[in-house]
C-alpha cells in the first residue's frame, strides 16, 4: 500500500509539472504578503519577521508540506523598505528551496503608503526519484538518480497602496518562465507566470471599536486561464484576538484563529478542508501555523497600537 501511494504522489507531481510550477497557496496570506508582492517590504515601518508551516494531507506518506519565512523593515530613509524570503516546498519527492530579496520604494499618498517594489532570487528543484521513491519492481531504469536542476532565477515587480484601514495591490512575483529540462519528468516542464491581486479593509463593527471586520480578498490568475480567489473574514476582539471563516474557490473551506500575545508578537492556527476533493474522505485536511514579531528598536517610540496592515 505505501508503493502505491508514494508512486500516486509522484503521478501527481510529474503531471502538476507538465503543465506548470505553480507558486503555494497560504491561508495566512495578509500576513506573510511579502512572499507575492515586493512592494509590502517596509509597510508596517518596523522590522517584521513572520515564519509560516503549511502541512497538507496529513495522514498520506509524502503529502505535500511549505515552509517560509519573511523579513522586511524600512531602510534608513523612510521611503525605501527591503524583505527577505525564504521557502521551502514539498511534494512527495519533489524538493523546492527558494531565496528572494526585495526592495521597495515608497510614496506618501491620501493617508496612506503608494509602494513600488522589485523582487530578485534564485530557486533550486530536486526530485529524489532514487533516494525518496520506493518502486514496485527494483533496478527500474527510470528511478537509479535522483534529478536536481540548475538555479533557476526568479525576478519580479509589485504595486502596494495601504493606510491603517485599506489595502490593495497588484503583483507578478515570478516573471521569468524556466524550463524545467529534466527527461526523466518532462521536457516541456516550465515554471508557469501568476499575477495576483490583494484587497482588504478594516471595519468597526461597534460604537466603542472593540469589533472589527477585516475582510480580505487574494486573486491568482496564471496564463493557462487558471483563475483562483481567496476570501478571509477576520473579526477582531479589541484587538487581541481574531477568529473567523475562509473560502477558496478550489472548494476549500476554514476557520482562521488567532491571538496578538502583546503588541509586538501574534500567533494564528488555520485549518482548510476540501470538500471538492476525493481525498478529503481520506484526511484530516490542511494546518496552517503562523507566528509574527515587530522589533522595536526605539524603545521612547514603542508601538501605540496594532496596526491593521
Known amino acids: 500500500m505505501f508503493k502505491k501511494v508514494v508512486l500516486l504522489l509522484l503521478l501527481i507531481g510529474v503531471d502538476f509539472m507538465s503543465i506548470a510550477q505553480q507558486e503555494p497557496t497560504y491561508t495566512h496570506f495578509t500576513f506573510n504578503s511579502l512572499t507575492i508582492n515586493p512592494a509590502v517590504a517596509g509597510n508596517k515601518e518596523l522590522l517584521t519577521v513572520t515564519a509560516l508551516s503549511r502541512a497538507r494531507w496529513l495522514k498520506f506518506p509524502g503529502a ?13 530613509s523612510t521611503r525605501l523598505g527591503g524583505g527577505f524570503s525564504f521557502l ?40 529524489g526519484l532514487q533516494s525518496e521513491v520506493v518502486t514496485v519492481d527494483a533496478g527500474d531504469a527510470a528511478f537509479q538518480n535522483d534529478v536536481v536542476l540548475k538555479p533557476l532565477p526568479n525576478f519580479g515587480f509589485g504595486v502596494h497602496y495601504s493606510r491603517n484601514d485599506f489595502y490593495a495591490g497588484f503583483s507578478v512575483p515570478k516573471l521569468f518562465e524556466n524550463r524545467l529540462n529534466v527527461n526523466t519528468v518532462n521536457n516541456n516542464s516550465f515554471e508557469e507566470r501568476n499575477y495576483y491581486f490583494m484587497l482588504g479593509g478594516a471595519f468597526d463593527l461597534n460604537t466603542d471599536q472593540s469589533v472589527k471586520l477585516k475582510p480580505s480578498v487574494l486573486v491568482k490568475i496564471t496564463e493557462s486561464t487558471l ?45 482548510d478542508w476540501s ?35
Request: glycine content about 10%.
Open 88 to 127: 521551502n516546498d514539498s511534494k512527495g519527492p519533489m524538493q523546492s528551496t527558494g531565496i528572494d530579496l526585495d526592495i521597495a520604494y515608497r510614496l506618501p499618498l491620501n493617508e496612506g503608503v503608494l509602494s513600488f517594489g522589485l523582487k530578485g532570487g534564485v530557486r533550486f528543484l530536486s526530485v
Open 275 to 309: 470538500f471538492g476533493n476525493k481525498t478529503a474522505t481520506y484526511n484530516s485536511g490542511t494546518h496552517e501555523i503562523m507566528l509574527s514579531y515587530d522589533f522595536v528598536f526605539d524603545k521612547k517610540q514603542g508601538i501605540v497600537s496594532p496596526r491593521h496592515f
Open 227 to 271: 483563475i483562483q480567489f481567496d476570501a478571509n473574514f477576520l473579526f477582531y476582539f479589541n484587538e487581541k484576538f481574531w477568529l473567523g471563516p475562509m473560502y477558496r474557490s478550489t472548494n476549500d473551506i476554514g476557520l482562521l484563529a488567532g491571538l496578538n500575545i502583546n503588541t509586538q508578537l501574534k500567533f494564528g492556527y488555520a485549518l
Open 64 to 76: 505535500p508540506r511549505t515552509h517560509n519565512l519573511t523579513m522586511h523593515s524600512i531602510l534608513k
